[in-house]
Structure formats: structure tokens, C-alpha cells
């Protein structure tokens, strides 16, 4: 069983930056996104990366104010939010997906593709 640790939220101005954590336990972890659900929305992916190819994904509303990195060693993601706005203000949960068998595709948009989740985080801009 996987478990998966987010830290990081909390509340900030527009404009302010922000960065979330996520820790994942186990072995046989391919990929790990950030996703959101703001009030009265869906969830959406938010980014994603690879830890073996390092490719990375976005949401188009995040797209160059939000970075996702890496450190393998400690199977930790972090999500650099950068240039909050108000419409940033959502729950953020962290996703992790299991290694699939050699050659395996996904899209890393969808919540099926993924194994584990954690309890979210929540971040909330204030204009």
C-alpha cells in the first residue's frame, strides 16, 4: 500500500508564490501529478511528470507560472505555483500512479490513470 503526503497549502495574496510537497511510500511508483477541484468544479490535472523520463504535463490555465519537480531519491514531487490568482483556489491532491507493464500509455489527465491519492491540500488566494 502506497501512502501519499501532501504540505504546502495555505493562504496567500494574488500575485504571492507558493509551493506544495508530495511524499509517496513504495517502490514501483512510474508518475505523479498535481490535481485540483475548485468549488463547484471538476477535477482537473494540474501537472504531472514522469520519474523516469522526467516529461512533464499541464493544465493550459497554469501553463508558465506552475512548475512540477522531482526528487527521486525521496519520491517527492513539489508544485511551484508562481503569480497565484484567485482562480487558483481550489483543494490540490496529489495522484500517484504505479509502474505499468513496459511500453504502457496513459495520458496523465485522467483520474483512472492513477493508483493512489492523498486527503488534498488546500490553497486559497485572496484578490
Known amino acids: 500500500q502506497v501512502q501519499v503526503v501532501e504540505s504546502g497549502g495555505g493562504l496567500v495574496q494574488a500575485g504571492d508564490s507558493l509551493r506544495l510537497a508530495c511524499a509517496a511510500s513504495g517502490r514501483r511508483i512510474s508518475a505523479m501529478s498535481w490535481f485540483r477541484r475548485a468549488p463547484g468544479k471538476e477535477r482537473r490535472l494540474v501537472a504531472h511528470?514522469?520519474?523516469?523520463?522526467?516529461?512533464?504535463n499541464y493544465g493550459d490555465d497554469v501553463k508558465g507560472r506552475f512548475v512540477i519537480s522531482k526528487d527521486n531519491a525521496k519520491n517527492t514531487v513539489y508544485l511551484q505555483m508562481n503569480s497565484l490568482k484567485a482562480e487558483d483556489t481550489a483543494v490540490y491532491y496529489c495522484?500517484?500512479?504505479?509502474?505499468?507493464?513496459?511500453?504502457?500509455?496513459?495520458?496523465?489527465?485522467?483520474?483512472?490513470?492513477?493508483?493512489?491519492w492523498g486527503q488534498g491540500t488546500q490553497v486559497t488566494v485572496s484578490s
Open positions: 495522484a500517484v500512479r504505479e509502474t505499468r507493464q513496459p511500453g504502457a500509455k496513459y495520458s496523465a489527465r485522467e483520474e483512472y490513470e492513477y493508483d493512489y
Open positions: 511528470i514522469n520519474l523516469n523520463t522526467d516529461n512533464t
